[in-house]
């Protein structure tokens, strides 16, 4: 969890490949919904280009539907849901349902100033979906993916003005389900400053999970 821009998509995808999980975005799995344009994904890009969040009836019939289908050895790692105290109650019903159970959350943080530095200059690539910085994270030839080759593009919802609406809403509907998760038996909270670079986040990450390790 954490503001858009922290860094969650990066390090949930080198925490996936590491630990053998499947990485669930939820943003990622919007997109291509939206990108596929569909009578959902056009009523979810509504939402997305404005900085809200898509209503809970329809998140959790997409996200319930691709974590049923995931089957990676390590589990599954969630990116972007829950973002709502009802959807973090329904997956807690429907792990428990399952004899599953959320044991860890990972919550990184950042400065807003950073954020809007982050997002702004966020770029992604429109066929292998790697993700890409302008100033922090520049592709060897500029503009141009790594690995495709394509030219890399900015998402719809990545303008100053609308991540600002995205923090607002952030701080009003998704830091509550932090506190739900705090409150939680059986659960640990990690706090990690995301405003160090990639690979001491990463860092951090791995030795505040092999502490819970450690507990357990
Ligand atoms: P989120 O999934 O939380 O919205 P991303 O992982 O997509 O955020 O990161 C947002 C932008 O910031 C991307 O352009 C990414 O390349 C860049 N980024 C991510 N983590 C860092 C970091 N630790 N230092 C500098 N840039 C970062
Ligand atoms: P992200 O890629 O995580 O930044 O998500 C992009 C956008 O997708 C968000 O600003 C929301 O509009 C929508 N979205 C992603 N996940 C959720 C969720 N769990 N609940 C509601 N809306 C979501």
């Known amino acids: 969890m954490g503001p858009p821009g922290a860094g969650k998509g990066t390090q949930a995808k080198r925490l996936a490949e590491k630990f053998d999980m499947a990485h669930l975005s939820s943003g990622d799995i919007f997109r291509a919904e939206k990108t596929g344009g569909s009578v959902l994904g056009r009523e979810m890009a509504r939402y997305m280009d404005a900085g809200e969040l898509v209503p809970d009836e329809i998140v959790i019939g997409v996200m319930t539907r691709a974590i049923t289908k995931s089957k990676a050895p390590g589990g599954f790692l969630l990116d972007g849901f829950p973002r709502t105290v009802a959807q973090a109650r329904v997956l807690d019903e429907q792990l428990s349902a399952a004899g599953a159970a959320l044991d860890v ?23 292998c979906g790697k993700v890409y910085h302008v100033k922090f994270m520049p592709p060897k030839r500029k503009g141009l993916c790594d690995a495709c080759g394509v030219e890399l593009v900015q998402r719809d919802d990545d303008s100053e003005a609308v991540v600002r609406q995205r923090l607002e809403t952030y701080r009003r509907q998704t830091e509550p389900v932090i ?14 400053d995301g405003g160090a ?7 951090l990450t791995v030795e505040a999970l092999d502490g819970v390790k450690a507990k357990a």
Do not use: F, H, K, Q
Request: hydrophobic content about 35%; overall charge negative.
């Open 179 to 192: 506190a739900y998760y705090r409150g939680r038996p059986g659960c640990e909270v990690l706090d990690i």
């Open 105 to 127: 959350v990972v919550v990184i943080n950042a400065e807003d100033e950073l954020i809007v530095e982050r997002i702004t200059g966020r770029r992604s690539c429109p066929d």
């Open 197 to 203: 670079n990639v690979d001491e986040v990463t860092a």
